[in-house]
Nanobody, 121 residues
Framework: QVQLVESGGGLVQAGGCLRL?????????????MGWYRQAPGKLRELVAG???????NYADSVKGRFTISRDNDKNTVYLQMNSLKPEDTAVYYC???????????????WGKGTLVTVSS
């Protein structure tokens, strides 16, 4: 089995910053894409940012220029540096990872339980 554990959420004032971390552990052979989604109250879950093993990344338009995603392949960890936070960034942030658990090409998607980010105005 594979577990993803997020950390770094909390309460911050508008304009502030937070850094989220998500560490994957368990039966991991390698990890393809990793990234972050978020879900605000009453809204659908949306992609925030994703990053592939080679380092290429993509972002939601709403966070471009403010958030930076990175990963440490040796530690099976993905990070999300969030700067210039806005009240509309308030949400539960979930990390995901496309994990290969053995010497085969098949990947399965795993999710963390989420970490709450609250941005006050």
């Amino acid at each position: 089995q594979v577990q993803l554990v997020e950390s770094g959420g909390g309460l911050v004032q508008a304009g502030g910053c937070l850094r989220l971390s998500c560490a994957a552990s368990g039966s991991i052979f390698s990890i393809n894409a990793m990234g972050w989604y978020r879900q605000a109250p009453g809204k659908l879950r949306e992609l925030v940012a994703g990053i592939v093993r080679g380092g290429s990344s993509n972002y939601a338009d709403s966070v471009k220029g403010r958030f930076t995603i990175s990963r440490d392949n040796d530690k099976n960890t993905v990070y999300l540096q969030m700067n210039s936070l806005k009240p509309e960034d308030t949400a539960v942030y979930y990390c995901y990872a496309d994990v290969i658990t053995g010497p085969h090409p098949d990947a399965m998607e795993y999710w963390g339980k989420g970490t709450l980010v609250t941005v006050s105005s």
